[in-house]
Every structure is written in structure tokens, then in C-alpha cells.
């Protein structure tokens, strides 16, 4: 049950985080690029920043 709502409070933190990044590539690209540059760069953020934690995850597995 616990993991449960630790994964739901995770989901809320991710959603708010995903506003605020978004928020913030909004305001750091003009208009006229922020919507297509905007979400690659989100993107490639994103994925990176998920690829170290699995890798991260993945590695502490291994040593249990």
C-alpha cells in the first residue's frame, strides 16, 4: 500500500515539475521558437535526466 502512495506522490511531484520546465522554457525562447525548440529540448532533458536515474537505479540493484 505504501508503494502505492509514494508512486502517486511521485506522479503529482513529476507533474509539477513538467509545468515548471515548461514554464521555464517559455519564458527563456522567444515566441516564435518556444513552441517546437521548446519541447525538443524538454525532451531531450527529460530523457536524459531518466536515463541517469535508471542507470543509477540499476546499479544499486545489482549490488543488493
Given at each position: ?22 514554464s521555464l522554457f517559455d ?30 537505479l540499476e546499479k ?5
Open positions: 500500500m505504501l508503494t502505492f502512495v509514494l508512486a502517486g506522490f511521485g506522479l503529482v511531484a513529476s507533474l509539477a515539475w513538467n509545468e515548471a520546465i515548461k519564458t527563456l525562447l522567444p515566441k516564435k521558437t518556444s513552441a517546437l525548440v521548446g519541447k525538443f529540448l524538454y525532451a531531450i532533458l527529460i530523457t536524459f535526466v531518466v536515463v541517469l536515474i535508471s542507470r543509477y544499486i540493484s545489482r549490488k543488493e
